[in-house]
T-cell receptor, first 114, second 112 residues
Framework: GAVVSQHPSWVICKSGTSVKIECRSL??????MFWYRQFPKQSLMLMAT?????????EQGVEKDKFLINHASLTLSTLTVTSAHPEDSSFYIC??????????FGPGTRLLVL | DQQVKQNSPSLSVQEGRISILNCDYT??????FLWYKKYPAEGPTFLIS?????DKNEDGRFTVFLNKSAKHLSLHIVPSQPGDSAVYFC???????????FGKGTHLIIQP
């Protein structure tokens, strides 16, 4: 149990375009989902906390207008990188809160902005 | 300022021996700690966790020890197997329901 999926697994886009990443909890309901980013050889950094039916909470330094988060249902959260630029190229990973206070992570989405 | 520190970027252990991965934290508000295993270009896989009310938690070959006074935790893997080779991340949160703060990871290499 506690499976989290992400789509797409990788995406290449031109600078200035927007990219949407989906995160789904497949076998449980998640009232809270989290979005992380990992740059090469760095740790995972929390970007935002997404609560179903309410606005996301962003970490300091993360632009909410650039990284739009929508948590429309108990099994789906989306992250939209708007007007993507090469510096947004990274590995984006979501997690969902399962049982036992454990976060289960998706497989990640590799974004490359040209 | 890093609140969760894994000071060993890599660790090499012989197959069958014990692997000990260490993690230190500075935020005294952290009360829930987790260890994840990660392969390149994949999401972290949950291994084991511990709440601050305990000092030890065991699950099969994995044991996590927590020393709150020293703000230190460790993950013991015994016996180590080739499939254990991966990057191990230590993570912490406040209250167990918050976003996680991760260390930089330790690359564990199990040698045959």
């Amino acid at each position: 149990g506690a499976v989290v999926s992400q789509h797409p697994s990788w995406v290449i886009c031109k600078s200035g375009t927007s990219v949407k990443i989906e995160c789904r909890s497949l076998d449980f309901q998640a009232t809270t989902m989290f979005w992380y980013r990992q740059f090469p050889k760095q740790s995972l950094m929390l970007m935002a906390t997404s609560n179903e039916g309410s606005k996301a909470t962003y970490e300091q330094g993360v632009e909410k207008d650039k990284f739009l988060i929508n948590h429309a249902s108990l099994t789906l959260s989306t992250l939209t990188v708007t007007s993507a630029h090469p510096e947004d190229s990274s590995f984006y990973i979501c997690s969902a809160f399962g049982t036992s206070e454990t976060q289960y992570f998706g497989p990640g989405t590799r974004l490359l902005v040209l | 300022d890093q609140q969760v520190k894994q000071n060993s970027p890599s660790l090499s252990v012989q197959e069958g021996r014990i692997s000990i991965l260490n993690c230190d934290y500075t935020n005294s508000m952290f009360d829930y700690f987790l260890w994840y295993k990660k392969y390149p270009a994949e999401g972290p896989t949950f291994l084991i966790s511990i709440s601050s009310i305990k000092d030890k938690n065991e699950d099969g070959r994995f044991t996590v020890f927590l020393n709150k006074s020293a703000k230190h935790l460790s993950l013991h893997i015994v016996p180590s197997q080739p499939g254990d080779s991966a990057v191990y991340f230590c993570a912490a949160s406040v209250g167990g329901a918050d976003g996680l703060t991760f260390g930089k990871g330790t690359h564990l290499i199990i040698q045959p």
